[in-house]
């Protein structure tokens, strides 16, 4: 099958995939990526290898009739911003993979929130490209387990992992999925994370706390310290009587600190300082 990809290194396993099972791209539809928690260079080098035409702004109508006039069948959709709409008059099949069990956790990175709710379950969904996004009928989805120490980074894995196997069967079967796909119905819509969630709160528990830290993992947490402020992305934490208050450091060994939170302590071994300057955020 002809294909255009529009995505970045997030699920770039799924562009891979489908060119495993010998589906034809025609192009890459990318954007741009800050080099710091988002990335594209694995899969623009992909693309050029393939000597495929590379497009890093938002599609247009002209660029789906573009993709028409390419012969492309699918649009696959993967860690891609923008809104697709009008796709319907020029390709048959247009799908998005989105990281949730939807229709649960529509929205632009779920992720951090499926960790800090302590969800016991999560997915990976196909779904048709709608005029809204993350509504359209599901294609197909898989689910797996959370355990209670998830943290971001294998949540991230256990994602991508899943799509790899959902493009396998989109690409060894998507008429017949694309016909049996079922709509949504109702759902939950979770806007991009704040600055207010993504920060460590020393007056909670420890195991909040601790539940904060994985949440971001690599994409780090925000906390003060005293005076100074941080981003952390390794600790551990246990529980224990004190009479600190909340927030003071109370000891530290070379780049390690321990902090006391409301009912234990909690000891920093993965942390940088703040840098005043563009938003940090997913």
């Avoid at 010998?22 to 050029?48: M, Q």
């Avoid at 956790?105 to 969800?119: M, N, V």
Wanted: hydrophobic residues 40%; glycine residues 8%; positive net charge.
């Amino acid at each position: 099958m002809r294909f255009a990809f529009a995505g970045i290194d997030f699920l770039g396993d799924v562009f891979e995939t489908l060119l495993a099972r010998g589906w034809e791209p025609v192009k890459l539809f990318s954007r741009p990526c800050d080099g710091i928690y988002d990335f594209n260079d694995v899969t623009v080098a992909r693309a050029r290898s393939l000597r495929l035409p590379i497009q890093m702004s938002r599609i247009l109508p002209a660029d789906l009739a573009g993709l028409k006039a390419l012969g492309c069948q699918a649009l696959v959709v993967a860690g891609y911003p923008w809104l697709v709409t009008g796709w319907e008059r020029h390709v048959p099949f247009a799908v998005n993979f989105h990281p949730s069990p939807l229709p649960m956790g529509r929205g632009p990175y779920p992720l951090f929130q499926a960790i800090l709710d302590s969800h016991p379950e999560w997915g990976m969904t196909a779904h048709r490209l709608e005029p809204a996004f993350d509504t359209g009928a599901i294609v197909t989805q898989t689910r797996f387990s959370l355990s209670e120490t998830e943290t971001h980074d294998t949540l991230l894995a256990k994602c991508q992992i899943a799509a790899k196997e959902i493009s396998l069967q989109l690409a060894d079967d998507l008429p017949r999925l694309w016909d049996e796909a079922r709509p949504q119905g109702a759902g939950t819509y979770w806007p991009r994370i704040t600055q207010a969630q993504r920060t460590i709160h020393w007056a909670g528990s420890v195991r909040n706390v601790m539940r904060t830290v994985r949440a971001f993992g690599s994409i780090e947490a925000f906390a003060q310290i005293e005076t100074r402020y941080v981003y952390v992305w390794e600790a551990t934490g246990w529980e224990e009587p004190h009479r600190y208050r909340p927030g003071t450091l109370v000891h530290k060994h070379r780049r390690h600190m321990v902090v006391a939170a409301r009912d234990g302590f909690v000891q920093i071994t993965g942390w940088s300082p703040y840098a005043p300057g563009p938003a940090r955020s997913k």
